[in-house]
């Protein structure tokens, strides 16, 4: 569980700023076990670590941060997607669509399809399934179809989402944020003067 | 059966860089195959050993690890330069994170052109002496020891001194307002492997220039 204080005004970022608790001047910062974490990364491999959703070994490591890069990248387009100019925004949503299609969903198919087990790496799910997940929801909110040529992405994330926690997280009411709209974007711009 | 890592990249610094200084920072000799032409590229994403169809990619203890974070994580962690539990390496991370978002700035610097070199080196002053080394220089001031995490050497020093060396080719007076930062950069310096690395004639590889973009643009698209 998990509470949030939300940043809706740029005095509200100054306040932080000034408060000194923000390391680089810059959000996310999550405040857990007495420190005051910034750097989505370094939050993300903290949690991951603690709660066991890291692999078992190095190895395993190192092949679950290579998929988390991967959704990343992934995601990185699609959350800047609403903040590009209106008249780049039809080629961008393709080039997301064409990545997703031909470099990322592939990857992760034949690594389903390879060692068939339930999750990714190790047989055991890890931050590298709930990311995929993740990358997976927001591609859909691109284009409904997206999945169409990855039956067994298809078939993880009826899976994934099935998990109780994560099941919990995707009913409405829960934590997750919606999509980008409007009123986010202007009030985004506003914080950040972007 | 295992050899030496084998690092796939263009003959020059970008997302591979840091690769080295830590390889190099740890003592593991490295081999490195350089990609000329556009068709070097091709031929490594034919193979089929580009998990997702980029560079960097380097060979080691059976794996083809791509992703330069995932690359610098599993090094450090091999090599013990990941400090010693969850909380240092989270301290680790954070600093690692920042001086990544730090060292892009400072790497865009040589390929500016002409008309906006300028602005861009007092954007690059500006958040380097506002927002990042005061961070550094306060860390070494709180606790007095000569590492950032842990009393022990890991990777945020060698991440630190990297930028650092590549800040001050952009401004070479840049730590001037940063006096533990200067100790900070010729006591690393002087460590062993390290100095070995900042020789003439090590695999540590100079500046990208604005002549030498079109090539490398070629590369990649």
């Not at chain 1, 001047?25 to 890291?54: C, F, H």
């Not at chain 2, 169809?53 to 992703?67: A, S």
């Not at chain 2, 800040?167 to 460590?191: G, H, I, V, W, Y």
Request: hydrophobic share 40%.
């Amino acid at each position: 569980q998990f509470e949030e204080e939300f940043i809706e005004k740029k005095e509200d970022l100054e306040k932080l700023r000034n408060d000194g608790v923000l390391l680089f001047q810059q959000v996310p910062m999550v405040e857990m076990d007495g420190m005051k974490m910034v750097q989505t990364r370094a939050i993300l491999s903290y949690i991951a670590a603690k709660y066991n959703l890291y692999g078992k070994d190095l190895k395993e490591r190192a092949w679950i941060d290579m998929y988390v890069e991967g959704t990343t990248d992934l995601m990185g387009m699609i959350m800047y997607l609403p903040f590009q100019p209106a008249d780049t925004k039809e080629k961008n949503l393709a080039l997301i669509i064409e990545r997703a299609t031909t470099r990322y969903f592939p990857v992760y198919e034949k690594a389903l399809k390879d060692h068939g087990h339930d999750y990714l790496v190790g047989n055991k799910l890890s931050w590298a399934d709930i990311h995929l997940l993740e990358a997976i929801l927001m591609a859909e909110e691109c284009k409904p179809d997206i999945l169409s040529a990855f039956p067994l992405l298809q078939a993880f994330k009826g899976r994934i989402s099935n998990i109780p926690t994560i099941k919990k997280f995707l009913q409405p009411g829960s934590q997750r944020k919606p999509p980008a709209d409007e009123k986010f974007i202007a009030t985004v711009r506003k914080i950040f003067n972007i | 059966m295992a050899g030496k890592p084998k690092l796939h990249y263009f003959n020059g610094r970008g997302r591979m860089e840091t690769i080295r200084w830590l390889l190099a920072a740890a003592g593991v000799e490295f081999e490195e195959c350089f990609l000329e032409s556009k068709d070097d590229m091709i031929k490594l994403q034919k193979d089929g050993v580009l998990l997702f169809q980029q560079v960097p990619m380097v060979e080691m203890d059976g794996m083809k690890m791509v992703q330069s974070r995932a690359i610098c994580n599993y090094i450090a962690a091999k090599y013990n330069l990941y400090g010693k539990d969850l909380k240092q390496r989270a301290l680790i991370d954070m600093y690692v994170e920042a001086l990544m978002d730090l060292n892009e700035l400072l790497m865009a610097h040589h390929l500016q052109p002409a008309d906006k070199k300028e602005q861009h080196l007092a954007t690059i002053v500006d958040k380097a002496t506002n927002r990042y080394f005061p961070v550094y220089e306060k860390v070494l001031k709180d606790h007095g020891q000569d590492f950032l995490v842990g009393n022990q050497f890991s990777r945020a020093d060698v991440q630190l001194l990297e930028t650092l060396l590549m800040a001050e080719e952009c401004k070479p007076d840049l730590l001037a307002k940063f006096p533990l930062l200067q100790s900070f950069k010729a006591r690393t310096s002087n460590m062993p492997t390290i100095k070995k690395f900042l020789q003439p004639g090590s695999q540590r590889k100079p500046p990208l220039l604005e002549k030498d973009l079109p090539k490398v643009m070629k590369i990649f698209y």
